[in-house]
C-alpha cells in the first residue's frame, strides 16, 4: 500500500511576510528563495508538511503596501544564505512568485485577522 503523502491536508494557510527593506523582496523574486528569522521557521515549517498549499503576503516595513505573493516550495532547511548579507535569518526555503506588484493596503481593508484581534490585515 502506498504510504499517505505528508501534506495530505486540504487546508491552506497564509502568512505575511515583513522585510526590513526591498531589496530582500527582489533577491526572492530573482533568486527564488527566502529566509527568515529562526522564531518564525517551526510555524512556516509546520504550515508546510500539514497544509496542501503555504501562500506568503509579502510587504516592507513601513511601505503601506503588498508587494506580491508567493507559493513555499520547500521546507526550510539548515543552509544558510550570503545573499541577505545580514545575521539573524535562518535556513533558506524555495519560493513559487505568483504575482509581483506593489499593491497599497486599502485595497484589503476589508480583510480582517480573526488570529489578530480582528484587525484588518496590512
Not at 527593506?21 to 500539514?50: M, V
Not at 543552509?79 to 533558506?92: H, L, N, P, R, Y
Request: charged fraction near 20%; hydrophobic fraction near 35%.
Amino acid at each position: 500500500s502506498k504510504s499517505p503523502s505528508p501534506r495530505q491536508n486540504t487546508s491552506i494557510r497564509y502568512f505575511i511576510m515583513k522585510s526590513n527593506n526591498l531589496k530582500n523582496i527582489e533577491i526572492s523574486q530573482q533568486k527564488g528563495i527566502w529566509s527568515t528569522t529562526p522564531s518564525n521557521e517551526r510555524k512556516l515549517n509546520g504550515a508546510f508538511w500539514e497544509s496542501s498549499m503555504v501562500y506568503l503576503i509579502f510587504s516592507v516595513q513601513g511601505s503601506g503596501h503588498f508587494q506580491g505573493f508567493a507559493r513555499m516550495g520547500s521546507p526550510i532547511g539548515c543552509e544558510k544564505s550570503q545573499d541577505w548579507g545580514s545575521a539573524g535569518f535562518g535556513g533558506v526555503f524555495k519560493v513559487e512568485w505568483i504575482r509581483k506588484e506593489s499593491i497599497p493596503f486599502q485595497f484589503a481593508h476589508h480583510l480582517l485577522n480573526p488570529w489578530n484581534d480582528n484587525k484588518k490585515v496590512q
